[in-house]
């Protein structure tokens, strides 16, 4: 049976990280997947996160099931640090917050849910999206429309376009929005743009859904979530999925949560049996480990502490990095303007070089990036900057 089976290609993400790691090129700098670096190119275990996993260590006094929709507590804690005290306060019944698998286990899980309270509903999702969007909430049967999103010519959002197609989105149809640190472009919504999605989904009736995967990694933890709380206290229904991958660096933990908010108290206690139901089906409960931590750190006032500042860190460095490689490549002579990448938030930009410049650098220079020209910016270092200057100015050139 399974001689029938052709092989499929490698994924265009993770595929580029296993061509990094077979690369023998000394010089070789890995600008592809989403992942956090240090100045030494290592991806650590926050500082934070080792102290909470010594006391848990220590005082973890069992290892049973935690039910399909996880812990309580991180339930309840994930949804403050989303929302907000006072947001989570007001919304009171009207929201429920269950425990995932990463976020991409809680895209799943929010793609089941919108296909028992739609099944007709087309998503509308950014042009360009994450790689990883439409197959991951198409696995689950869910079809696709597109807004503009990012004009590759001016580099910033093309607002005007994505407006007029969101004035048209029907009611029963749900808008896929990235909550900051728009992955790939780095381009994110101005709060006057937020306000103008906001007006649009009350005069349509679409639903919003809105993937956070970097809450903190852009311009602060309140800062960054100013869209998704308008919308919270706005709209009568919204769908939030959360990642604690990058913010608390606990990527292989599979650490995330969705969120609904439901137009009265009775509504989202149904909703909430049926994400229960979704996620006995897929994979009965999530894993312990990644959540157990989180609540540790945001309930401990001293860890939370040396978490918030570890952050604020590696966003700060990120954002330097950027004013870094923007001012060396003007330094090298470089024609091309690419003050934009300064403008941008989170760990992705577009280089915006074509499929052949791209090819030259993996195939040449050992430089990998995503096939869009995404680059993630927190690869770069001290070490590695003077030859990706170089190689570029060389690529450019060509
Ligand atoms: C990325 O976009 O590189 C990250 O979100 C990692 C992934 O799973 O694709």
């Not at 969120?259 to 989202?268: F, G, M, P, R």
């Amino acid at each position: 049976m399974f001689q029938s089976l052709q092989p499929l290609p490698p994924d265009p993400i993770l595929g580029l990280s296993a061509a990094f790691k077979a690369d023998s090129n000394p010089n070789k700098i890995d600008l592809g997947i989403g992942v956090y670096k240090d100045e030494q190119g290592n991806t650590p275990v926050m500082k934070a996160v080792k102290q909470a996993e010594e006391i848990i260590l220590k005082s973890q006094a069992t290892k049973s099931y935690v039910g399909p929709t996880g812990a309580v507590d991180y339930n309840e804690t994930i949804a403050r640090l989303v929302l907000g005290e006072k947001l989570f306060d007001r919304l009171g019944k009207r929201r429920a917050t269950v425990q995932t698998p990463g976020g991409c286990g809680g895209l799943r899980l929010a793609a089941e849910f919108i296909g028992k309270a739609n099944p007709d509903a087309t998503v509308w999702v950014s042009d360009p999206t994450w790689a990883n969007h439409k197959p991951l909430l198409g696995s689950a049967g869910l079809s696709f429309n597109s807004y503009p999103y990012y004009d590759y010519e001016t580099h910033s959002v093309n607002f005007d376009g994505m407006l007029k197609t969101l004035q048209q989105v029907p009611k029963g149809d749900l808008v896929l929005l990235h909550g900051c640190c728009h992955n790939p472009s780095g381009a994110d919504l101005s709060p006057a743009q937020w306000d103008a999605v906001r007006d649009a989904a009350l005069q349509q009736g679409f639903t919003v859904f809105i993937d956070l995967a970097y809450q903190g990694m852009g311009t602060g933890l309140d800062e960054d979530v100013y869209g998704v709380r308008l919308l919270a206290e706005a709209l009568p229904e919204l769908i939030v999925v959360s990642s604690c991958s990058k913010n608390f660096g606990l990527y292989r933990e599979r650490t995330g949560a969705v969120t609904l908010i439901c137009d009265s108290d009775e509504a989202c206690a149904t909703a909430s049996t049926l994400l229960a139901a979704a996620a006995r089906a897929n994979y009965s409960m999530p894993p312990d480990h990644g959540a157990a931590v989180v609540q540790l750190i945001m309930n401990t006032p001293e860890l939370r502490q040396v978490w918030n500042e570890e952050l604020t860190g590696i966003r700060e460095r990120i954002n330097s990095l950027r004013s870094i490689f923007v001012q060396r490549l003007r330094e090298a002579g470089i024609k091309r303007d690419f003050s934009f990448i300064e403008n941008e938030k989170g760990m992705f930009s577009f280089l915006g070089v074509d499929a052949d410049q791209i090819n030259t650098l993996i195939e040449k220079y050992g430089i990998y990036l995503v096939n869009s020209s995404r680059i993630n910016v927190a690869s770069i270092n001290d070490s590695n900057i003077e030859y990706l200057i170089n190689s570029l100015a060389e690529v450019l050139a060509d």
